[in-house]
């Protein structure tokens, strides 16, 4: 059913969208931030921040998570230029990077609040 019986039907589309298409190395990049906000543990991280500023401590208590966990998942984030850190004293305050993030959080969840996924992937779906 999904089977073309023509290598391309549309030559001119097929070639502009060729042309718009990132490069290798910008798609993985790309893939590589899905994936880290694709954690539940990191994406509650994140909705946290939304508010602005929290120290470990802090997110700890928000998230549920030990304060191990949420250094290590903030130590991802940090490498992948998700969150940003400021010092003050012996202690780090995380943020959201930049606006970018925040968008792709407050889509998503607009998203997911205004559809009803069917959840194939997950047992017991129907």
Known sequence: ??????????????????????????????????????????????????DGELCVCDLAAVTGQSESAVSHALRLLRAHRIVAARRSGRMAYYRLEDPHVRMLLDLALAHTEHTEAMHPEREGAP
Request: proline share 4%; hydrophobic share 50%.
């Open 1 to 50: 059913m999904d089977r073309c019986t023509a290598k391309v039907v549309d030559a001119d589309r097929v070639a502009a969208v060729c042309e718009r298409m990132p490069a290798a190395g910008d798609l993985a990049d790309t893939a590589d931030v899905f994936g880290l906000l694709s954690d539940p543990n990191r994406l509650r991280l994140l909705v946290a921040l939304l």
